[in-house]
């Protein structure tokens, strides 16, 4: 497995880790407000603490992902060859992080595939509220379908990495 | 009636005379991954004009030389 798949692969998984500690917290928890705005408000509090923490844990990860990922590299030549090269490790993932033609296409075909899905989700949320649903629901859905759009971003690109 | 072409390369061939090349050399020399050269070598991915004459370029042949096309007429439709 190449190191973009392995990548992917982490991204995915902060992605997921994300989602679900957001389900939790959300559907989890109980308040006890009763105002619809103070409601909306605390719920729209909870989603952009959501997204920062989703942010950081995923810059935290790819770093610690890229550290291993150097160790794990340093220890394979070590075996291999006996020594370990400071320069030789550092060319090697440079040439495994080089971005080319196919990166980008196959960016842009996941890219669509996840824009598409949160799109769908979007839609859907509207049409929650017009058959008159909850606007908590309506937010937890555009949320939801937001993070499980770039969940199956992720799926795309390993789907054309291993194609 | 619809037209379907295929790109082959000899990208194999061609690294084998070149002192059997390594496909991450091949890569190192185009400026694209190994596994980009992986997937045009297999047919799986077809290379843009650039990297197609960036690959000629680095066994030093014309692009014909190691790409060739082929247009085949599918009378189905």
Redesign the interface.
């Given at each position: 497995m190449?190191y973009?798949e392995k990548k992917t692969i982490t991204t995915i998984v902060t992605g997921i880790a994300v989602l679900a500690a957001y389900c939790y917290y959300s559907f989890g928890s109980t308040i006890a407000l009763t105002d619809t705005d103070a409601i909306l408000q605390h719920q729209a509090i909870t989603m952009l603490k959501f997204i920062g923490i989703g942010i950081v844990a995923m810059i935290v990860i790819q770093i610690l992902f890229h550290i291993l990922y150097s160790i794990s590299l340093a220890i394979a030549s070590q075996i291999k060859t006996g020594n370990c090269n400071d320069k030789e490790i550092e060319k090697m993932i440079a040439?495994?992080v080089?971005?080319?033609?196919?990166?980008k296409i196959i960016e842009l075909k996941s890219l669509r595939v996840g824009f598409v899905f949160a799109g769908i989700g979007f839609v859907s949320a509207l049409v929650w509220l017009v058959m008159d649903g909850s606007a908590i629901y309506l937010l937890n859905i555009i949320f939801i379908s937001f993070s499980l759009g770039s969940i199956l971003e992720g799926f795309t690109r390993l789907y054309y990495?291993s194609? | 009636m619809k037209n379907k072409c295929t790109i082959t390369n000899k990208i194999r061939e061609h690294r084998f005379f070149a002192s059997e090349m390594t496909q991450?050399q091949l890569?190192?020399k185009t400026?694209?991954?190994?596994?980009?050269i992986i997937?045009i070598e297999a047919g799986?991915?077809s290379?843009?004009l650039e990297?197609a004459f960036k690959i000629a370029y680095a066994f030093d042949v014309k692009i014909d030389q190691v790409f060739s096309f082929q247009m085949e007429s599918d009378q189905n439709d």
């Open positions: 190449a973009k040439l495994e080089v971005e080319d033609e196919r990166d990495y194609r | 991450q890569a190192e400026g694209v991954s190994r596994q980009t997937a799986k991915y290379p843009s990297l």
